[in-house]
């Protein structure tokens, strides 16, 4: 088989970069090693920056998004037992976030890729990937028993951080920037009314706690826990007690409980690889960086990696021109550290890191006491959370 591009991944980076793709005209094929009701089944993240949501606007992919996603113009910050409001279209001049989950991002996506008779190969096996560093890149894999090949004239390594595309680069060519962080994410998905009808951000004495949602009646809570944990360890009950200990008295008391209908834990890191392009192998989203998910950046920021991938790639094959393929990395590490800036900043503001003594808590409640009286304050956390203009990776500043 041959194609001009092969895109290794059909998480939301591969599926948003097919779509743009195709619109352009330019014929590209998806090898994703599970299958789509496994992607699908991934719960993940459940905030989109304007910027990612007029990326999809422009995939052809928003229609239910805007019909179904809530716009939120603020957050709480929950702090000494009580909430503050932090509002993001106030402090932006109107910007505000949209709440709408991944899997039905990942939803939409599939659907019009169905829609348009892509070819997208699930349950490959054993995908590899050759030639990257030559004018003849390709992609092998396994499939009902026989191996197949696809020739191309880019690959697109969208497979994620466990992929096997950043995997496949030789140590001599990328710098790879990583902090684990000393805890984990146990998040519950429940079919009962959001506690609030924005977000609280928890910073407890007790650990970081996040009230989020789907809809309004679907919600999404995540508890901080030592990363010794197992979802066994951890009864809806339990999830619920804990929750409400971090929680103030009026939404400890609002909280509606239910049953789970999924319980994960994520572990929490910071991670950026340099560069993310080599030859004909361009990375994008999960596959070259990982945000902890404090600042709701991993799937905006790989919205705008595939953007800026789609218009390098279309203006090669159009205009034979490979300025933007040539720039790509640089300009999507520029927005990238921020973004990584902002989620470490964010996190370690509102966790409790184990052995840092009682003192870390005090610190931290001074801080956040400052960033709620202080215009100047609030609006550091509203510019970072809504996200940077489209442009700013082309900025020269
Ligand atoms: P993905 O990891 O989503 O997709 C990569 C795809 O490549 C997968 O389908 C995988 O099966 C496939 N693949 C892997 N190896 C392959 C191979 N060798 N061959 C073929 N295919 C291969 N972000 C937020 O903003 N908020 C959150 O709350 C949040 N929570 C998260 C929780 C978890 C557990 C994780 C892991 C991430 C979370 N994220 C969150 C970040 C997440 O949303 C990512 O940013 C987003 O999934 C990025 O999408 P992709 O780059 O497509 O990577
Ligand atoms: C979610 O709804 O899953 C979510 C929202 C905001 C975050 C992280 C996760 O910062």
Known sequence: MRTQVVIVGAGP????LGQLLHKAGIDNVI????????????????VLEQVAVDVLDEAGVGQRMHAEGLPHEGFDLLFKGARHRI???????????????????????????????????YEAAHVAIHGFDGAHPHVTYEKNGQTLRIDADFIAGCDGFHG???AS???????????????G????????????????????????????????????????????D????????????????????????????GPSIEKSIAPLRSFVSEPMRFGRLLLAGDAAHIVPPTGAKGLNLAATDVKYLADALIEHFRERSDTGIDGYSERCLKRIWRAERFSWWFTSLM??????????????????????????????IAENYVGLPLDFGLRRA
């Open 351 to 380: 966790h409790r890191f184990p052995g840092e003594g009682e003192i870390a808590q005090k610190f931290q409640e001074a801080e956040l006491d400052y960033l709620i009286h202080s215009e100047a304050g609030a609006r550091t």
């Open 13 to 16: 980076s591969g599926l948003l």
């Open 87 to 121: 509002d993001l279209a106030g402090l932006t001049g109107g910007r505000k976030a949209l709440v709408y989950g991944q899997t039905e991002v990942t939803r939409d996506l599939m659907a019009a890729r169905a829609a348009s008779g892509q070819t997208t190969v």
């Open 185 to 228: 994410w146990l998040g519950l998905l429940s079919d009962t009314p959001p506690v609030h009808e924005e977000l609280i951000y928890v910073n407890s004495p007790r650990g970081f706690a996040l009230c989020s949602m789907r809809s309004r009646t679907r919600s999404r809570y995540y508890l901080q826990v030592p990363l010794s």
């Open 230 to 257: 197992t979802v066994d360890s951890w009864s809806d009950q339990a999830f619920w007690d804990e929750l409400r200990r971090r929680l103030d008295p009026a939404a400890a008391e609002t909280l509606v409980t």
């Open 164 to 166: 096997v595309c950043r």
């Open 31 to 46: 090898v994703e090693r599970q299958s789509a009701d496994y992607v699908l089944g991934r719960i993940r993240a459940g």
């Open 169 to 183: 680069v030789p140590g001599s060519a990328i710098t790879e920037y990583e902090k684990v962080y000393p805890f």
